[in-house]
């Protein structure tokens, strides 16, 4: 599982410029991997993904063309049927952020974020400065004793986002976290979500159905075709973080939404057996 690995290439942009984006050490690669299910259905075909350290990277596709598919192949949580994935040895450590906040309803703020702390083997006490600090990055100081039930959705998800970052993972995947909020929650969120990933200078793995969701918060956007799901376009998203609400009134942030807009009405009438591949 933990073969070395090369240098990352810089990115081209989805319309064919030249590399845009400073080269990345690779954090993991997928390589040429397929996930056939055992009722027979192929989520994933020959998928070559190279997730690059410190990047905030998006997969971009319509329902079903196995963006949660990958995630979960990155955790571990299924095995590819075809192809590989490498890791480097020291560093296979995750957190997961599902759709749904997935708090234990029983248990406080403080309980759920400790839970990672806990299956590591870390008492209430020693876990107490890791939970806070995992609080305040999300914003949820003071609100430790707090049960999901008393929380706004919002409220949740930095929750829940919180719990993915107490183990401080080198890798967070994030499967369409804001999906279920309302559209002002929902950039609330993306704002603060943007400045906390740079001030973890964390790499982020993050699936979206939104096109401008995908822009404002990602350095990379990978778009997949549908099933079986391959890439099929990449675009690079070259704006500084972190970006703020000056970003989303700039000429080249609704150009870049254009653009991955028309990359994924491509990708929509790919052909399964191919057709379009790289930048577009
Ligand atoms: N455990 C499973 N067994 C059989 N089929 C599955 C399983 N998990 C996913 N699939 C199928 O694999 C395909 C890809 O699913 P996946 O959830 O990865 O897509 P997705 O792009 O994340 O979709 P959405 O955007 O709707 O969440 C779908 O057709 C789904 O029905």
Not at 72 to 101: C, K, M, Y
Not at 159 to 164: D, F, P, Q, T, V
Request: neutral net charge; proline residues 8%; contains cysteine.
């Amino acid at each position: 599982m933990a073969a070395p690995l090369p240098a990352a290439r810089a990115v081209a942009n989805a319309t064919g410029d030249a590399p845009s984006a400073p080269a990345r050490e690779p954090l993991a690669r997928l390589a040429q991997v397929g996930k056939t299910f055992q009722n027979g259905v192929e989520a994933l075909r020959a998928v070559d993904l190279e997730i690059r350290r410190g990047e905030f990277l998006s997969l971009l596709g319509p329902s079903g063309c196995g963006k949660s598919t990958i995630l979960r192949l990155l955790a571990g949580l299924a095995n590819p049927s075809l192809g590989r994935i490498d890791w480097p040895a020291t560093e296979h450590d995750l957190g997961f952020v599902f759709q749904e906040p997935t708090l234990m309803p029983w248990a406080n703020v403080f309980d759920n974020v400790w839970l990672p702390l806990r299956l590591q083997g870390q008492s209430r006490a020693t876990a107490r400065p890791r939970v806070e600090e995992a609080l305040a990055q999300v914003g949820l100081s003071g609100f430790d004793r707090a049960y999901p039930r008393e929380l706004s959705g919002g409220m949740k998800m930095r929750a829940s986002i919180a719990r993915a970052l107490a183990t401080r993972p080198a890798l967070l995947l994030m499967d369409e976290p804001f999906a279920a909020l309302d559209e002002i929650t929902r950039m609330k969120l993306n704002d603060d979500l943007v400045a906390l990933k740079c001030e973890l200078n964390a790499t982020v793995v993050f699936v979206t159905h939104s096109v401008f969701e995908s822009v404002y918060l990602s350095d990379r956007i990978v778009v997949m075709a549908p099933r079986p799901g391959r890439v099929v376009a990449e675009v690079a998203v070259p704006a500084p973080q972190p970006r703020n609400e000056d970003f989303r009134l700039r000429a080249e942030y609704a150009e870049l939404c254009r653009e991955t807009s028309r990359a994924l009405h491509r990708a929509m009438g790919a052909e399964p057996a191919g057709g379009e591949t790289g930048s577009q």
